[in-house]
């Protein structure tokens, strides 16, 4: 029972140990002792003129400004087992992103059945991040915590300003409401790229057709639409200072000495002069139609969607003095199919049931890398048990892991002492989801309503490095056998003779402990599917609700993350992630998403 580690620490204040880890924290002492704190403040501004030049011309103008203020602190506490005398980090900066764009535009009606409305304008995007971080550790009088009684600390400056100019138009155009088409070009300019290679211009075409407005369809088809697009988008680096080395005054030095310059998150990244935009160009086809009398509608969308030169943190050897680098890695290949069923299979006065599916499959294929490369390292677990590649012919983000090794007949192989063998460094599977799935139901009775959602995604594979770790302190129900009697094995050894050993209760520990080199037994299915919402609701009648006019009011119960229908993955919830980086697939520590009930009060004046 979890409950016994509360509330975490004896009564010096130390954590009480879980685990023969202490990075393994006791969960009740981070509850109980671990503080966080932030702050944000947030102001987005808008402003914008426009001046007729003709009664179908104008010209317009427009300004915005979207400024973010943040303030954090967290303190790793006095008595923290990896931290006996604890830790501080304070972080403060301010961001602003200023838009500008003017833009002429002109529309017009011509041959009768025939509309027109062109665009064509500029846009300058500059952004800037300006702040601080301080990390203090070891507080010199124990749980005091502040800046001030730290034994050292490291100052952090962090500045970044980027920008980005664009010219644009478009022209759409449409006939008789039946026939429309879109037409659109863009150049964009980079400011986190090098002069040459700077820039990048990127067009679209789409159209579509209302079928059911052109031809007379059967009388149980009320609407169908048919579409097409071909577009390129484009993109630049996101490094601001990432094409040349760069040097920064070391923080606190008394002398003018200099360091590499890190980038906003306080990393060193090698620079690369040479990256160059990169480019995804789609081409989609789709239909939309509604049936019996709107009570069935379809939305079917195919994609097939190439990227080009994508730019891709990539981890390097700690032994260069960095921690990555940015490069271009090739093309990406993404194709799959939308899918939108929306349904009434009841409709009463009084009564009606609702229904909306979603359905969408992505196949994705890493089809080129760098010259000469056919894989490329993403990034890798704690301890380097499983690491993430890309390759080429596969899905991005391969999770490669150690296999149990065996000979050719299938037979396990020990080494002298009864531990299993490491076998090769194999792919075990993608850690991005292909597929995914929802499901909504929603009632309405009276003034009642009721409605759950049902989501999932399947088919990737997830690495843990809880259950590894709970492998290794035998916490698992699979470490249980042995322990009374020892562990009776059979196979070969490397010398594939046959191999029989029992493994002594003294050493059942380092048995289970040696399959952290055998990976492969810690990546499991990741596909879920989850209660992810529920909702009841009641309007409330408002015609007795005091002198104010209210149009509606409602109030509902919603429940969030409740439940986990199905999973595979034993222990962890599958949607937890070890990163938010391009390494997806991984697991350590994780907890669950958080269940949340709330009530929610809604006025429409």
Same mark, same amino acid.
């Given at each position: 029972?979890?409950?016994? !580690? ?25 509850? *109980? ?6 702050? +944000? ?18 010209? %317009? ?18 008595? #923290? ?27 017009? @009606? ?52 980027? $920008? ?9 155009? &449409?006939? %008789? ?77 008394? /002398? ?15 620079? *690369? ?24 509608? !379809? ?7 190439? #990227? ?35 349904? @009434? ?60 090794? +065996?000979? $050719? ?18 792919? /075990? ?31 990737? +594979? ?17 470490? !249980? ?14 010398? &594939? ?18 399959? %952290? ?13 989850? !209660? ?16 104010? @006019? ?16 199905? +999973? ?17 697939? /991984?697991? /350590? ?14 006025? %429409?004046?």
């Amino acid at each position: 029972d979890i409950r016994s !580690l509360a509330p975490g620490y004896d009564a010096s204040g130390n954590e009480i140990l879980w685990n023969s880890s202490g990075f393994a924290t006791n969960p009740y002492f981070t509850i *109980n002792r671990f503080q966080q704190k932030d702050t +944000k403040n947030r102001f987005i501004g808008y402003a914008s003129v426009k001046y007729n030049l003709l009664d179908n011309l104008f010209i %317009k103008g427009r300004v915005s400004d979207d400024y973010l203020s943040y303030e954090y602190t967290g303190i790793t506490p006095t008595g #923290t087992a990896y931290a006996p005398q604890g830790a501080i980090s304070v972080v403060n900066y301010n961001t602003a992103e200023i838009n500008s764009e003017l833009t002429l535009n002109y529309n017009t @009606r011509f041959l009768k059945d025939f509309n027109a409305n062109v665009l064509a304008g500029g846009n300058q995007q500059k952004h800037t991040l300006n702040g601080l971080e301080v990390d203090g550790s070891n507080f010199n009088i124990p749980f005091f915590y502040s800046l001030s009684n730290v034994n050292s600390s490291v100052t952090l400056p962090r500045y970044s300003k980027t $920008a980005v100019n664009s010219v644009f138009a478009y022209a759409d155009f &449409d006939y %008789k409401s039946i026939v429309y088409l879109s037409v659109t070009g863009r150049n964009d300019w980079f400011s986190t790229l090098s002069l040459d290679q700077d820039h990048i211009f990127y067009p679209s075409v789409s159209g579509s057709f209302i079928l059911s407005e052109a031809v007379k369809l059967p009388s149980w088809i009320n609407y169908a639409k048919l579409r097409g697009s071909w577009a390129q988008v484009g993109g630049g680096a996101p490094n601001p200072y990432g094409i040349n080395l760069t040097y920064t005054q070391v923080a606190g030095s008394t /002398m003018p000495l200099q360091e590499i310059t890190r980038d906003a998150n306080g990393n060193l990244v090698i620079p *690369n002069s040479k990256l160059k935009p990169y480019t995804s160009q789609t081409v989609e086809v789709g239909a939309e139609m509604k049936f019996f009398n709107n009570r069935l509608g !379809l939305d079917l969308a195919l994609y097939n969607r190439s #990227t080009i030169n994508d730019i891709v943190p990539a981890n390097v050897d700690p032994l260069s003095g960095f921690t990555s680098a940015y490069l271009n890695i090739g093309k990406i290949n993404n194709k799959g199919i939308e899918l939108l069923l929306t349904g @009434r299979p009841v409709k009463a006065s009084h009564f009606s049931w609702d229904v909306t599916y979603t359905y969408s499959y992505n196949k994705n294929t890493v089809e080129r890398l760098a010259a000469g490369q056919n894989s490329f390292f993403l990034g890798t677990s704690v301890n380097s048990y499983v690491s993430v590649y890309a390759e080429v012919g596969k899905p991005y983000g391969q999770i490669q892991a150690y296999q149990l090794k +065996k000979d $050719a007949q299938g037979r396990t192989v020990y080494a002298a002492n009864g531990n299993e063998e490491q076998g090769n460094l194999v792919d /075990m599977g993608t850690g991005v989801a292909p597929s995914a799935i929802s499901i909504t139901n929603s009632f309405n009775y009276h003034r009642f309503n009721f409605s759950f959602l049902i989501d999932g995604k399947y088919g990737n +594979k997830i690495y843990s490095g809880t259950n590894l770790y709970a492998d290794r302190f035998g916490l698992l129900k699979s470490t !249980l056998p042995g322990r009374d009697n020892g562990l009776a094995l059979n196979g070969v050894d490397d010398n &594939d003779q046959p191999f029989t050993y029992t493994v002594p209760v003294s050493n059942i520990a380092t048995f289970y402990d040696n399959r %952290k080199n055998i990976s492969s037994f810690f990546v499991y299915d990741g596909s879920f599917i989850k !209660l992810r919402q529920v909702i009841l609701g009641y309007n409330v009648p408002t015609k007795n609700i005091g002198p104010i @006019r209210i149009q509606s009011l409602n109030l509902s119960f919603v429940g969030r993350n409740l439940l986990i229908l199905y +999973k595979k993955a034993p222990n962890i919830d599958p949607e937890s992630t070890f990163t938010a980086g391009n390494e997806q697939g /991984m697991e /350590m520590f994780g907890v669950p998403r958080v269940r949340s009930y709330g009530l929610n009060l809604m006025v %429409k004046f």
